[in-house]
């Protein structure tokens, strides 16, 4: 990407409105959390990663509005500010995850002055932005070692630059392998009911210059066998201590699908996506959106207005079907129980 997907820029947060994808590229300029909060909750800002960053910004604008020197009075309305931040979007846990940093930040610095602790605030959102645009080409470099000259790649949903910063997940194991030159295909699952395979990755891919054939979900199996795929990756919004990794619906699918056909899955995420409170994918909370989303294509109605609709916007995927995950710290596997703890005891 040219530009971020998301920056701080004279006191505002410019973020792309992937809404708008593939037609125009517009910005959308958040002056306030409100506008930011909007942003996040109809998906003009999406992806984990992306998300986190978008909450430490939101933390910036919601501590515009408060006027007085109090520190203790300033902390409170910082936590609140974080508590309206978390309801946007319940399962990638990156946000959380950002918003805990900022409020230890307040702990840390409960001593100094509203002035100051602004300052402190800034420059640690700051940090989650930068961190993120080096993790993605850590993860990249890592994950293009699992690309071979001549593969069939298969990928779900959006983990690129328009799921981070500027570079991407699952994508940013795309751009590093082309950095590399090596030749491959990537067959991109559309992803209902949003589209953001056929929306998002497959206009990210072509800006890139990287050989991308778009499919229907439904036809991943057919492809799977058919086209000779080499190995599936995919982006995570929440990765339990165990390996389970919750990821936009039907990545689940995928995994079980390509355990059959004997397909390497791998997963690609950076260490602030892992819940280590989560024990397993009993605790990761699954977001449910609007039945509008399944019903329409578009502004067409595609669905009887009386019939009941179930729509989770994750799944999540089994430890045991996933073959590696790929961190700024190398590629984890099994098992990853043991693993997980043993590289998180080293990062931490």
Avoid at 163 to 185: H, I, N, P, Q, S
Wanted: hydrophobic share 40%; with cysteine; net charge positive.
């Amino acid at each position: 990407m040219n530009a971020p997907t998301i920056c701080w820029q004279k006191g505002c947060v410019k973020l792309i409105d992937q809404t708008k994808l593939p037609g125009k590229l517009e910005y959308i300029y958040c002056r306030d959390v409100k506008t930011l909060w909007q942003a996040i909750k109809v998906l003009s800002v999406r992806g984990a990663p992306a998300l986190g960053v978008a909450a430490g910004f939101g933390v910036l604008l919601g501590m515009k509005d408060f006027e007085g020197k109090d520190t203790q009075k300033f902390i409170k309305h910082v936590h609140k500010v974080c508590d309206y931040i978390g309801t946007s979007r319940p399962t990638a846990v990156n946000l959380f995850n950002v918003l805990g940093q900022m409020k230890a930040v307040l702990e840390q610095n409960s001593d100094l002055s509203v002035k100051d602790l602004k300052e402190h605030l800034k420059q640690e959102a700051l940090k989650v932005y930068e961190d993120d645009r080096k993790v993605c080409r850590t993860m990249g470099n890592y994950g293009a070692t699992l690309i071979k000259s001549g593969a069939n790649i298969m990928t779900i949903c959006n983990a690129g630059a328009l799921a981070t910063v500027d570079y991407g997940t699952a994508l940013g194991v795309m751009y590093a392998a082309k950095e590399k030159d090596k030749k491959f295909k990537v067959y991109a699952c559309e992803t209902r009911p949003l589209l953001q395979g056929a929306r998002l990755t497959t206009w990210e891919l072509l800006r890139a210059k990287i050989d991308a054939t778009l499919i229907c979900d439904s036809m991943a199996a057919s492809v799977m066998r058919d086209k000779n795929i080499s190995a599936i990756f995919t982006g995570a919004d929440r990765i339990a201590s165990n390996g389970d990794a919750a990821n936009k619906i039907g990545t689940y699918s995928l995994a079980v699908l390509a355990k059959y056909h004997k397909i390497p899955f791998y997963v690609v995420a950076p260490f602030s996506t892992f819940d280590m409170e989560a024990k397993s994918i009993l605790d990761i909370p699954i977001e449910e959106r609007d039945k509008s989303e399944v019903m329409n294509f578009g502004n067409t109605a595609t669905a009887p207005k009386n019939v009941k609709v179930f729509n989770p916007a994750f799944d999540v995927t089994e430890g045991k079907l996933i073959t590696g995950i790929v961190t700024e710290e190398g590629i984890i596997r099994a098992p990853f129980k043991v693993n997980i703890r043993k590289v998180f005891a080293k990062y931490v």
